[in-house]
């Protein structure tokens, strides 16, 4: 499983304690302990629909602490000031979309005046920057484009204005806005990471042919 505190995989490895069985349900605790940040991940399990051979047929899992979907792991290249907004949003999501999407807007707009270098203005303001530029590869322009029409910013121009304003949300704005973030972090960061390790390791082939490094692009 991913682990919803720092979104790093591990093996699931679960301790189970039995509660007791109400008048509806069977319930057990379930503890987890994340080895990459040594966080324990909690959760009930309610079982229920009892058989005529006296075995429960279904269940559900509640996760209690923290109280997370978890989505996929965030890459160790994306910087921390980013990675925190984005953390504490997806940790948001369940609970609250209307947290969740105030704080993926106000990371996105972050990373708009410091990676696209766009002047800051109002959120819709400085996507329609990094569109007219078109410095950007077009899947990016879409998805940046489609954070204005999906959270339907002309209905709530308060979004725009104020990115870090709790105020309502529309149906899957917060999950898209998560989905964007990660598209730029790949981009940003993720990519030209995993480019720099290629070009690092042809150097080192060149260095021992006897040849000159590759060529700054
Ligand atoms: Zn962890």
Known sequence: MKCPHCLISFHDDQERKSIDTDSNFRWTLVKRTCPECGRFILSFIQEYGLNDR?????????????????RSPLPKEVPNKYANDYKEACLTLADSPKASSALSRRCLQYILRDEAKIKPGNLSDEIQQVLDEKKLPNYLLKSLDAIRNIGNFAAHPIKSK??????DVEPGEAEWNLDVLESLFDYYFVRPAVLKKKKDKLNVKLKKAGKPPMKEP
């Open 54 to 70: 006296g075995n429960y047929t279904q269940s559900k899992e509640f996760f209690c602490y923290p109280k997370a979907e978890s």
């Open 162 to 167: 104020s990115s870090g304003e709790i105020i």
